[in-house]
């Protein structure tokens, strides 16, 4: 991803500019529900369980966006390829909260 928010500078692409990725109302209301899942299965009673099926399908989607954003990069598609590292960006905060949280369930044991 960081090879990518460098290419995207040397053709003038914002990318820390979120505001952009704001508008994009259905992948928010993506991770609000992403998010909200992701509380619920600290309180599961197959926390661990209900956690990596999560985690592998959080791992697709971000593979997803990746291949996404790297055709997007090889056909020039600046704006669209930053948009994709925006979303990428959310996601990676999204792994972040559930290594924290796998890291919390292993604790409790």
């Known amino acids: 991803m960081k090879r990518a928010e460098y290419m995207l500078t040397l053709y003038d692409i914002d990318i820390n500019n979120e505001q952009y990725t704001m508008h994009d109302t259905a992948f928010?209301?993506?991770q609000l529900a992403l998010r909200e899942e992701l509380a619920c299965i600290e309180t599961s009673e197959q926390a661990e369980e209900a956690l990596a099926l999560f985690s592998s399908g959080l791992a697709k989607t971000?593979?997803?966006y990746l291949q996404e954003m790297e055709k997007q990069l090889n056909e020039e598609q600046w704006v669209k390829a930053a948009d994709t590292v925006r979303k990428l960006r959310f996601l990676d905060k999204l792994q972040q909260q559930v290594e924290?949280?796998?890291e919390r369930l292993f604790n409790r044991f």
Request: aromatic share 0%.
């Open 62 to 64: 971000i593979k997803s």
């Open 28 to 30: 928010l209301m993506e």
């Open 100 to 102: 924290q949280l796998e």
